[in-house]
């Protein structure tokens, strides 16, 4: 079992940037794949970047380029840099860790809110 803790998220003017992390409990932490998605109010879940084991990394064309995915295994803690943020970024950004190593979600996070102004 596994608990995810996301935290940094919050507001910024559009052009800005954002750290996001992401704790995870449990002794098997560096065993899984984590990955970070989105939702909006409205639409469904976005997948946005993954990063497995062994800490090869995949990212959806909407963040490819600006966002940055990384892990501290021994700190049990994945993080997200977002740069360059869009108004279209906004949204409740989740992090999960997973057996997949392209799509891990097994395990969820309690989401933590971005949001970008104008």
């Known amino acids: 079992q596994v608990q995810l803790i996301e935290s940094g998220g919050g507001l910024v003017q559009a052009g800005g940037s954002l750290r996001l992390s992401c704790i995870g409990s449990?002794?098997?932490?560096?065993?899984?794949?984590m990955g970070w998605f989105r939702q909006a109010p409205g639409t469904e879940r976005e997948w946005l970047t993954t990063?497995?084991?062994?800490?090869?990394?995949n990212y959806a064309n909407s963040v490819k380029g600006r966002f940055t995915i990384s892990r501290d295994n021994a700190k049990n803690t994945v993080y997200l840099q977002m740069n360059s943020l869009k108004l279209e970024d906004t949204a409740v950004y989740y992090c999960a860790a997973g057996g997949s190593p392209s799509y891990p979600t097994d395990y969820w996070g309690q989401g933590t809110q971005v949001t970008v102004s104008s």
């Open positions: 449990g002794r098997f932490f560096s065993s899984y794949a």
């Open positions: 990063i497995s084991r062994r800490g090869d990394t």
